[in-house]
């Protein structure tokens, strides 16, 4: 009997939660779930250091995201789109990381606790006025939410070092936009 969000294909190696036969349909089921039962999607997500269905979710969450940018902000903006989210994801799973030491599971499935909130802001980025509100929602709900379910770290923790990482990381963009 496979434990609680595992599969036959995650117990052999496979990606449960992004379906790569059915990439549009299983796109759109993961952000449904993220936005309607945040709590149930972390529950279930595999606690298993396999990298391949986040990093094709952020990969196709990067093809929205570059038309929404191109349409809002031009070329090269879109191109970024494309290809700065997984690097990016690494380096903010990085910092996330060391507000879950001491949890329960390592870097990686910290990582691809980020890597689906952060595919779910890509598109709503590029939009003047969902940016803000879609990097809050991540930042504040997604995020504590994840990171406290899966690591097993209390709520409070995990939210204070979001709200933390959130703080942070408007200043550097408050303090970059105004240089």
Not at 115 to 139: H, S
């Amino acid at each position: 009997m496979a434990k609680r969000g595992y599969t036959r294909d995650t117990i052999r190696g496979g990606a449960s939660e992004w379906d790569v036969s059915r990439p549009f349909s299983s796109y759109a089921r993961t952000l449904a779930t993220l936005l309607v039962h945040p709590v149930r999607f972390f529950e279930l997500l595999p606690r298993i250091p396999d990298m391949r269905a986040p990093a094709l979710f952020l990969m196709f969450s990067g093809l929205p995201a570059a038309i929404l940018w191109l349409l809002f902000w031009g070329l090269y903006p879109a191109l970024v789109a494309i290809v700065l989210p997984l690097p990016l994801s690494f380096l903010l799973a990085g910092l996330y990381h060391l507000g879950v030491l001491g949890g329960r599971h390592g870097y990686v499935v910290t990582w691809r606790v980020l890597a689906y909130p952060l595919g779910f802001y890509l598109p709503f980025a590029a939009i003047p006025v969902l940016g803000p509100l879609g990097a809050a929602y991540i930042g504040l709900v997604l995020m504590p939410l994840g990171l406290a379910e899966v690591h097993e770290v209390g709520r409070p923790r995990a939210w204070l070092f979001c709200a933390a990482v959130g703080v942070a990381l408007g200043a550097v963009y408050y303090f970059a936009s105004v240089a």
